[in-house]
Nanobody
Framework: VQLQASGGGLVQPGGSLRLSCAAR????????VGWFRQAPGKEREWVAS????????YHSDSIKGRFTISKESAKNMVYLQMNTLRPEDTATYYC???????????????????WGQGTQVTVSS
């Protein structure tokens, strides 16, 4: 699976951004795609994940209600809509994919075998 993330940028507090992750693979069946973020000096943090087949989207409590993960199957795209952004959301955001993940494993970055390059999100006035 090859992944390419895009859509980061500079945004004011309270603003919105949509990140995109383009996925290339022979098949995305049984794949889970997730978004992680890492701020300078901090550990990588799980943000959200979804199952490519069969539905199911899962969000971290820290962003629930502000961020939404979704997919567009026809284009092999996964999105992260980020609303009401805060300075503490500033980080490099990564999309990742793994096969056969169960729900309880989705926050575990070690379970993802494929990673895209990061896209920087900066929330600042």
């Amino acid at each position: 699976v090859q992944l390419q993330a895009s859509g980061g940028g500079l945004v004011q507090p309270g603003g919105s951004l949509r990140l995109s992750c383009a996925a290339r693979a022979r098949t995305l069946n049984s794949v889970a795609v997730g978004w992680f973020r890492q701020a300078p000096g901090k550990e990588r943090e799980w943000v959200a994940s979804l199952r490519w087949s069969g539905g199911g989207a899962y969000h971290s409590d820290s962003i629930k209600g502000r961020f939404t993960i979704s997919k567009e199957s026809a284009k092999n795209m996964v999105y992260l809509q980020m609303n009401t952004l805060r300075p503490e959301d500033t980080a490099t955001y990564y999309c990742a994919a793994g096969r056969g993940l169960i729900v309880s494993s989705m926050p575990d970055s070690d379970k993802y075998d494929y990673w895209g390059q990061g896209t920087q999100v900066t929330v600042s006035s």
